[in-house]
């Protein structure tokens, strides 16, 4: 049976349908930032790559929460 994620990862699969991107190519750029708080990244994926806020955020909660974070 599957589960519908929840919270952050329920905006996934919009995020890579939208920006034609895999989810994982996106925490590898959040991992690899020289940047460290959570509303920089946000920002800085909004600013650079073009992701709407709520993508953005979602994105980085959910690396930052896996422990991917700085």
């Known amino acids: 049976m599957n589960q519908t994620p929840k919270g952050p ?19 590898d750029l959040i991992r690899t930032s020289p940047l460290t708080k959570h509303m920089e990244l946000v920002t800085w994926l909004k600013t650079e790559h073009g992701l709407g ?5 979602a994105l980085v909660a959910h690396t930052l929460a896996e422990g991917g974070g700085k």
């Open 53 to 57: 806020h709520g993508h953005a955020n």
């Open 9 to 27: 990862a329920s905006y996934f699969p919009s995020i890579e349908k939208k920006y034609g991107r895999p989810i994982a190519d996106w925490q």
